[in-house]
């Protein structure tokens, strides 16, 4: 069994069939567990309880990135091999990915209520992770933009890449921006030395998260090819009744 | 060489003639420019204090809005076909048409900006800083919006699609530029910093806009 085998949308279809159950059920076990623990978390001696939404939101700013890695590996995929399951796996993640940079984003929001007064503060990770939310909607917009998915594929490739490329530039000189205009930066996140009693729920979650997007990613690339199997079938039936 | 040459001089030549509208981007410039103040009100010092800013995101708009013209009308007549099909690279073609866009429809912006600065209270040094920084960073901006053209040619989609693709790159280029123009005005910064870093990301962008034009014109063709 190969990546190559894979590219058989059939073959992708049972095998994800088999293995869908598992992941959603690995997915929750970790995620409840993770949840219980982060409940059993006790409070910090500065943040107080609100220090616990670190644990929704240090995964969701994880994967919000690690999916615009998924979907540049998937970029190369349909560029370089052509592989036919890289272009619906690349649209499949668009979405959730934006969903995770979204979340991380009101989650943050809502954290920085208490910790810092304000619901929004230009500081430079939060302004990075909203223009990638703004790559991400840019990203959706061109693959709607588009009927030909194959075409639409191969554009939406190149701006992934590129948009690769340039998010640790983009990173970069949001972070120079702020330090220029707000030297007195708002304050971090509890720093390296993170606490056994909150490394291990955080470790769970992010595990859990990451299964979670594994597994959604699956079910919406077999939805996707479903869908396009609907759309050539009824493209089949539109030509059969015109002739 | 010749056929790089010819290529720039063709676009040049049809740019700036009837029909070519790379003159329409200095006055969108300046009509931005002339708006900022009914927004913000007369108030000059307030007028100095933001000019390189109102500057530097008139200049990003106008260029934004030529850079439509980069690709459509060659695919229009099929020229774009033709030089896809030539022996030259695409690559390198796609930098002499960008290079070319960035002559006809970028300088004359630069060329622009003192004129500009007078309206939006600036003194002669600022208007300079300001000018310098536009002269290094306009080409970073055609050549990444460079990649957005490509993309929207091949996919028949211009206008909004095109401006939400090619901005969010662009952040970049915008936070150095006015940082180097504030920094030579006020700033307890040096000039030098923001500077060669907006020199660099032009560098970058003229490696990296080509090869991505390139890869989805070669890919988005038919």
Request: aromatic share 8%; charged share 10%; proline share 5%.
């Amino acid at each position: 069994m190969t990546l190559i085998d894979l590219a058989n949308p059939s073959k992708f279809l049972t095998l994800t069939a088999r293995v869908l159950p598992w992941l959603a059920g690995a997915t929750a076990i970790l995620l409840l567990i993770g949840l219980y623990q982060a409940a059993m978390a006790p409070d910090d001696y500065q943040q107080g309880a609100t220090v616990k939404i670190m644990f929704v939101h240090v995964p969701n700013a994880w994967l919000a990135m690690f999916v615009w890695g998924v979907m540049s590996m998937a970029a190369l995929g349909t560029l370089v091999w052509r592989h036919p399951l890289a272009d619906v796996a690349a649209k499949a993640a668009a979405p959730i990915g934006a969903a995770f940079t979204f979340l991380a984003l009101v989650t943050g929001s809502l954290w920085g209520r208490p910790m810092w007064g304000t619901y929004w503060e230009w500081d430079a990770r939060l302004t990075s992770v909203l223009i990638l939310f703004l790559m991400y909607l840019g990203l959706m917009a061109l693959w709607r933009a588009v009927e030909d998915p194959s075409r639409a594929a191969r554009a939406a490739a190149v701006l992934t890449l590129v948009g690769a490329l340039n998010l640790p530039i983009i990173k970069f000189s949001v972070d120079w921006w702020n330090t220029l205009h707000q030297p007195a930066s708002v304050l971090r996140m509890g720093g390296p030395s993170l606490d056994k009693a909150f490394l291990i729920p955080l470790l769970v979650m992010a595990v859990g998260f990451s299964l979670l997007f594994v597994t959604l990613h699956i079910a919406a690339m077999r939805n996707e090819i479903l869908r396009r199997r609907v759309r050539s079938l009824q493209m089949m039936q539109a030509s059969q009744q015109a002739a | 060489m010749t056929a790089l040459a010819a290529l720039i001089r063709r676009d040049i030549k049809i740019a700036l003639r009837v029909g070519g509208g790379a003159l329409i981007g200095v006055l969108f410039f300046l009509t931005v420019t002339v708006l900022m103040p009914f927004a913000i009100g007369p108030d000059l010092p307030l007028l100095a204090r933001l000019g390189p800013a109102i500057l530097w995101l008139g200049a990003l708009l106008a260029s934004l809005l030529t850079l439509d013209r980069l690709f459509t009308a060659d695919h229009e007549d099929g020229s774009l076909d033709l030089i896809a099909m030539g022996q030259t690279p695409l690559e390198l073609a796609c930098a002499a048409k960008a290079l070319a866009h960035w002559l006809a429809a970028g300088v004359p912006l630069i060329v622009a900006t003192p004129a500009l600065g007078l309206l939006l209270n600036l003194d002669a040094s600022a208007t300079s800083a300001v000018a310098l920084t536009l002269l290094v960073g306009t080409p970073a901006l055609t050549f990444t919006g460079m990649i957005g053209a490509a993309l929207a040619v091949t996919l028949h989609r211009g206008g909004l699609l095109l401006a939400v693709l090619v901005l969010p790159l662009s952040i970049p280029v915008l936070i150095f530029g006015v940082a180097a123009s504030q920094a030579a005005i006020s700033g307890p910064l040096s000039f030098g910093t923001p500077f060669s870093i907006l020199c660099a990301l032009s560098l970058v962008s003229l490696v990296v806009g080509p090869f991505a034009a390139a890869a989805s014109l070669r890919h988005g063709l038919d």
